[in-house]
């Protein structure tokens, strides 16, 4: 028998299951009971999730509103970026001329199309994305963090900027 080494995700879930007392052994399936009557079925169920959400609205409800929604994503970037990064993204934004203006409207509370400014962290949003300036040494720090950060695993180049652009407006 020889060692495998581990994923950090599968060293996690090794971690996790060693609590537990169990064992994992292959039977075929010729040697399985019969399943259940349920599981024999595939018309219970539409193949896809919109098909069931559509055919069982009573069962589907939002599990956040747009508010919550709002605070989630906050919340998330907090958590992978670092405070000084937030202080750098909104000094960064009031030094652009264009973003400085729309933020001059929105804490006046007027309504910029697509943009919102969370109260919180005073940070500028478009489209549930945080708004960026062109700054490469800003843009260098947020690929970093993300990059390495241990909730990302270590994705690569495209993943990584994937992961980036969902959360983020100005990034190349």
């Known amino acids: ?8 995700r599968q060293a996690c879930w090794a971690e996790f299951l060693s609590e537990f007392h169990f064992s994992i052994t292959y039977r075929p399936g010729r040697l399985a009971n019969s399943p259940d009557a349920l599981s024999q079925r595939d018309d219970v169920y539409p193949e896809r999730g919109v098909d069931f959400i559509s055919t069982n609205p009573q069962i589907f409800h939002q599990a956040l509103n747009k508010n919550e929604i709002k605070e989630s994503i906050f919340f998330s970037i ?48 478009f489209k549930d994305r945080v708004v960026i300036q062109r700054n490469n040494e800003l ?9 390495y950060s241990p909730l990302a695993g270590h994705p690569g180049q495209e993943k990584t900027l994937k992961l980036i652009k969902r959360n983020f407006l100005g990034l190349a």
């Open 1 to 8: 028998m020889s060692s495998k080494v581990l994923t950090f």
């Open 139 to 147: 843009q260098l720090d947020i690929l970093q963090k993300y990059h």
């Open 78 to 125: 907090k958590v992978e970026i670092f405070s000084d990064l937030v202080d750098r993204i909104q000094k960064a934004v009031w030094q652009d001329k264009d973003y400085r203006e729309i933020l001059k409207k929105l804490e006046r509370g007027k309504s910029v199309s697509d943009y919102t400014l969370e109260p919180q962290s005073k940070l500028l949003f």
